[in-house]
T-cell receptor, first 114, second 111 residues
Framework: DADVTQTPRNRITKTGKRIMLECSQT?????MYWYRQDPGLGLQLIYY???????NKGEISDGYSVSRQAQAKFSLSLESAIPNQTALYFC?????????????FGPGTRLTVL | ELKVEQNPLFLSMQEGKNYTIYCNYS?????LYWYRQDPGKSLESLFV?????AVKQEGRLMASLDTKARLSTLHITAAVHDLSATYFC???????????FGTGTLLAVQP
């Protein structure tokens, strides 16, 4: 089945460490997104990419960077992790040109920064 | 700045009862989405509403959109325990394909 996968699913790290979260999709979608979810809150957009050469900041990009290695791969990096980046991170994809622009979400990565 | 507000934030209801979750947004938008999230899980798409007056139904859930009032509702009919989850609405910011999410409504259906 066409899917969105994220690795790792869980990660515990220490303050100051560099962390990379990876997202892969087999849906053939052009658009990919990274979101952060904090307990009791909705999702906030970190970065998004509408094709391989297109990278855009979202609402809360400070402290994060991304790389779109291929149409199917979109990675999120925390250059120097801090405790308030502890959260659940979701990758999502959508199809360009779709009237619905429905976004499909990966299973999430739970990141804990000590 | 587009803001999306949901209410209530928490809803405890008995099986068999009806209730409505409200989603208000602050500026014009073309598309509104409802998602479901089970604890510790990903988001599952429930409905996509594209135009004023749009109504969609799936099982015990029915979603509607009033773009003039900037309001969407998610109506639950004869709730069952399996509907217990967090429900999010999200709005497409001026057709930019960037979703702005509400804070979610945690629904707990009690037997």
């Amino acid at each position: 089945d066409a899917d969105v996968t994220q690795t790792p699913r869980n990660r515990i790290t220490k303050t100051g460490k560099r962390i990379m979260l990876e997202c892969s999709q087999t849906k053939g979608h052009d658009r990919m997104y990274w979101y952060r979810q904090d307990p009791g809150l909705g999702l906030q957009l970190i970065y998004y990419s509408f094709d391989v050469k297109d990278i855009n900041k979202g609402e809360i990009s400070d402290g994060y960077s991304v790389s779109r290695q291929a149409q199917a791969k979109f990675s999120l990096s925390l250059e120097s992790a801090i405790p308030n980046q502890t959260a659940l991170y979701f990758c999502a994809t959508s199809a360009a040109g779709s009237s619905y622009n429905e976004q499909f979400f990966g299973p999430g990565t739970r990141l804990t920064v000590l | 700045e587009l803001k999306v507000e949901q209410n209530p934030l928490f809803l405890s209801m008995q099986e068999g009862k009806n209730y409505t979750i409200y989603c208000n947004y602050s500026t014009t938008s073309d598309r509104l989405y409802w998602y479901r999230q089970d604890p510790g899980k990903s988001l599952e798409s429930l409905f996509v509403l594209l135009s004023n007056g749009a109504v969609k139904q799936e099982g015990r859930l029915m979603a509607s959109l009033d773009t003039k009032a900037r309001l969407s509702t998610l109506h639950i009919t004869a709730a069952v325990h399996d509907l217990s989850a967090t429900y999010f609405c999200a709005v497409d910011k001026s057709a930019t394909n960037k979703l702005i999410f509400g804070t979610g409504t945690l629904l707990a259906v009690q037997p």
